[in-house]
């Protein structure tokens, strides 16, 4: 278990990572976007976009890290690497950034009646977006159950 504080937390651990002996089975990282502060960003690569350029050259390097621990694993199951995000206003941009360097994208919504919609975003092809399918979960006496596959909307 290793805790970070912020991007530069992250980078030094991924850059690290080929220095494992054993490789965890997955990395989790908790509301990613949020290690990245706007204005630290920009001024750092003095640029407008200084954040998602930093979102970016982290990601390229999970990434690699992940890839090489997953070439060095070879019959054992692979190294898994888990994002999630909170988005507020940013989507667009940011889903754009994510969908270049994150195989699988699922999101998540609120259906405004103690629902939950799950949506998988993921690309298979260029142009060509992910299921039309959507799952509609709710939570009930603690337990997440699956109300209905929904066509989406």
Same mark, same amino acid.
């Given at each position: 278990?290793? @805790?970070?504080? %912020?991007? +530069? !937390?992250?980078?030094? $651990? ?7 002996? *054993? ?7 908790? %509301? $990613? !976007?949020? $290690? =990245?502060?706007?204005?630290?960003? +920009? ?20 990434? %690699?890290?992940? *890839? ?18 909170? +988005?507020? !206003? ?5 889903? =754009?950034? @994510? ?6 994208? =699922? *999101?998540?919504? &609120?259906? !405004?009646?103690?629902? $939950?919609? /799950?949506?998988?975003? *993921?690309?298979?092809?260029? &142009? ?12 009930? /006496? +603690? ?7 929904? %066509?989406?909307?």
């Amino acid at each position: 278990m290793k @805790y970070v504080e %912020d991007d +530069q !937390g992250i980078k030094k $651990f991924f850059a690290a990572f080929h220095l494992h002996k *054993t490789f965890p089975a997955a990395v989790i990282v908790d %509301d $990613f !976007g949020d $290690f =990245f502060d706007d204005s630290n960003c +920009q001024a750092k690569y003095s640029n407008q976009r200084g954040r998602d350029l930093a979102i970016v050259r982290t990601l390229a390097l999970c990434r %690699d890290a992940i *890839t090489h621990a997953n070439e060095r694993l070879a019959s054992r199951p692979p190294c898994k690497l888990l994002l999630s995000d909170t +988005q507020h !206003g940013d989507t667009p941009r940011l889903f =754009f950034i @994510y969908k270049r360097w994150v195989p699988s994208i =699922f *999101t998540i919504k &609120g259906d !405004g009646m103690q629902s $939950f919609l /799950l949506k998988n975003n *993921t690309s298979t092809s260029v &142009g060509e977006s992910g299921s039309k399918e959507v799952a509609k979960y709710s939570i009930a /006496l +603690q337990y997440l159950v699956l109300e209905d596959i929904v %066509d989406e909307e």
